[in-house]
């Protein structure tokens, strides 16, 4: 990427209108293990590649659950990411505790959008380096909104973000027909089969590095790790894989 | 605010509403109050509607003072506004909610906001879908107490009506019809009007309908029948 005089720091615009640092921050995001998101009618689903250090250390956690209705799953320098994970949990809880009832989906997408547009915007900030996918089921049905550190915030049907998150977002735009009316055990074989296109050909899903995340109608956030991920990596093991981790560039950071 | 030169305290509320009666029916809530604000016994402010359109779903009846009540709706307008930004139409259990949080933190303060409030809508479970939606009704008190209710009574109707109301519903409970629903109401109006010395006989039965929104009453008027008053033992 480029190095020049106009990216030291958030308040700098360069000659082409751009804000350089905002640029690397998304770098960042680009540099975390992959997530993906989708939604049906009635679900959201989130899958999340966990890495882990070095064989003593465990896998990190990427998913969080923020409320009941609504959870999150992150890509990029995970402690933002947590911190963001947090912020999004006390404003589910003071919505409600002023109104009783589980916030909108859209609620929660306005308030980060002001806190990651704020990192943006001043001196001595600088933007989180993190990439946001957030599930949520409301009145309005179920939804998947996508945030990254330029403080763009996106509702989705299907997507994808972290390293080679491009072979996922190609299976998700081929099969983006079939997710309306999938059940939730068939959107989360398809997650998992987007996921699986970001991995290198010589790696694979296993119940160690993968997490899975849950939310619909009638049907609360649920995380599942381990031994429940299992159990639907057993249906994505009878799919064939076509395609492998083909997006080139550098080794990814240790995330 | 300074805080150590002034110190806020409601004392006594000036002019005042009387009773809210409401009460569910099958596709939604009836309630009724009378068209007069009262300066203490005085029947100062005639046609005087106490009932207020939040939204096509939910409609806010107040007894207690008036200028309260009337702060109050630009608070619910500002949340109202606060809501659409989230494509949200704000339903009555949220606005229950929100405004016993209000209500409650005010009396802490000791600055109560002096109503009694009755919220009366119809509850979208699913967005669109109205075979789902329910009707509610929810009175928070000025000390912050809050809860839900089929039918209420406030204000003197809370010692005169809650057992004449009960016993209508329980003939036909949420098979009410409108019509029956309504009825009832007069009634309880004719009660309040013998006994309540602040109530007035011209009133008004708005009502929150799943399928019809929010309709505002006529004003109504009745005489009721006064000849009990012969034999009431103080009546000359």
């Known amino acids: 990427?480029?190095?020049?005089?106009?990216?030291?720091?958030?308040?700098?615009?360069?000659?082409?209108?751009?804000?350089?640092?905002?640029?690397?921050?998304?770098?960042a995001m680009k540099q975390g293990s992959a997530t993906v998101g989708i939604?049906?009618?009635?679900?959201?689903?989130?899958?999340?590649?966990k890495r882990a250090q070095n064989?003593?250390?465990?896998?990190?956690?990427?998913?969080?659950?923020?409320?009941?209705?609504?959870?999150?799953?992150?890509?990029?320098?995970?402690?933002?990411?947590?911190?963001?994970?947090?912020?999004?949990?006390?404003?589910?809880?003071?919505?409600?505790?002023?109104?009783?009832?589980?916030?909108?989906?859209?609620?929660?997408?306005?308030?980060?959008?002001?806190?990651l547009q704020a990192n943006t915007q001043y001196y001595g900030r600088r933007p989180f380096g993190v990439g946001i996918l957030i599930a949520g089921y409301d009145k309005d049905g179920a939804h998947i909104i996508q945030t990254d550190p330029s403080a763009e915030v996106v509702s989705m049907h299907g997507t994808s973000i972290g390293?080679?998150?491009?072979?996922?977002?190609?299976?998700?735009?081929r099969n983006v027909d079939k997710f309306e009316k999938s059940t939730p055990e068939e959107l989360i074989v398809h997650a998992l089969l987007a996921l699986r296109d970001t991995l290198p050909a010589e790696e694979n899903l296993s119940a160690q590095n993968t997490s899975i995340g849950i939310v619909g109608k009638d049907s609360p956030f649920n995380l599942l790790d381990d031994a429940q991920v299992a159990v639907h990596l057993n249906q994505v093991s009878t799919h064939p894989r076509t395609t492998a981790g083909a997006q080139g560039g550098a080794e990814p950071m240790q995330m | 605010m300074n805080s150590h030169d002034e110190v806020q305290r409601t004392l006594n509320?000036?002019?005042?509403?009387?009773?809210?009666?409401?009460?569910?029916?099958?596709?939604?809530?009836?309630?009724?109050?009378?068209?007069?604000?009262?300066?203490g016994k005085m029947a100062r402010y005639k046609n005087v509607s106490r009932q207020y359109k939040v939204n096509d779903n939910v409609l806010i009846a107040f007894g207690g003072d008036h200028a309260d009540f009337h702060w109050l709706q630009n608070v619910i307008e500002r949340q109202v506004l606060l809501w659409k930004r989230f494509d949200q139409d704000i339903g009555p259990k949220a606005l229950h909610?929100?405004?016993?949080?209000?209500?409650?933190?005010?009396?802490?303060?000791?600055?109560?906001?002096?109503?009694?409030?009755?919220?009366?809508?119809?509850?979208?479970?699913?967005?669109?879908?109205?075979?789902?939606?329910t009707p509610f009704i929810g009175v928070i008190t000025q000390k912050g107490c809050a809860y839900q209710?089929?039918?209420?009574?406030?204000?003197?109707?809370?010692?005169?009506?809650?057992?004449?109301?009960?016993?209508?519903?329980?003939?036909?409970?949420?098979?009410?019809?409108?019509?029956?629903?309504?009825?009832?109401?007069?009634?309880?109006?004719?009660?309040?009007?013998?006994?309540d010395c602040v109530a007035d006989n011209e009133f008004e039965i708005g009502r929150v309908d799943a399928n019809e929104g929010v309709v505002l009453g006529n004003e109504e008027k009745i005489i009721g029948d006064w000849s009990i008053a012969e034999t009431n033992c103080q009546y000359e």
């Not at chain 1, 390293?163 to 735009?173: G, I, N, V």
């Not at chain 2, 009773?19 to 604000?37: E, F, H, M, N, P």
């Not at chain 2, 000791?110 to 075979?131: D, S, Y």
């Not at chain 2, 009410?176 to 007069?186: F, I, K, Q, Y």
Request: one cysteine or more; aromatic letters at 8%.
């Open chain 2, 149 to 195: 209710v089929k039918h209420i009574a406030t204000g003197l109707g809370a010692f005169l009506l809650n057992q004449a109301v009960e016993d209508e519903w329980r003939k036909k409970g949420e098979d009410l019809s409108r019509e029956d629903a309504e009825a009832v109401l007069r009634k309880s109006l004719e009660l309040t009007l013998y006994h």
């Open chain 1, 39 to 49: 939604k049906s009618e009635t679900h959201a689903v989130i899958v999340a590649l």
């Open chain 1, 55 to 115: 064989e003593l250390s465990s896998h990190q956690k990427k998913i969080y659950e923020i409320d009941t209705h609504s959870g999150v799953s992150i890509a990029g320098l995970l402690s933002d990411g947590r911190i963001l994970a947090r912020f999004l949990q006390t404003e589910c809880s003071s919505w409600r505790w002023d109104y009783k009832q589980p916030v909108p989906i859209k609620k929660l997408a306005e308030a980060m959008q002001l806190k």
């Open chain 1, 163 to 173: 390293a080679r998150s491009q072979s996922a977002r190609t299976y998700l735009e």
């Open chain 2, 13 to 39: 509320p000036t002019c005042t509403g009387t009773s809210v009666i409401a009460l569910q029916y099958k596709t939604g809530v009836v309630v009724l109050t009378d068209r007069v604000v009262s300066y």
């Open chain 1, 1 to 27: 990427m480029f190095r020049n005089q106009y990216d030291s720091d958030v308040t700098v615009w360069s000659p082409q209108g751009r804000l350089h640092q905002v640029e690397y921050a998304v770098e």
């Open chain 2, 97 to 133: 909610g929100y405004l016993t949080s209000l209500l409650y933190a005010r009396r802490c303060k000791m600055n109560p906001i002096w109503n009694t409030l009755v919220v009366a809508g119809v509850e979208e479970e699913e967005k669109n879908n109205k075979e789902t939606s």
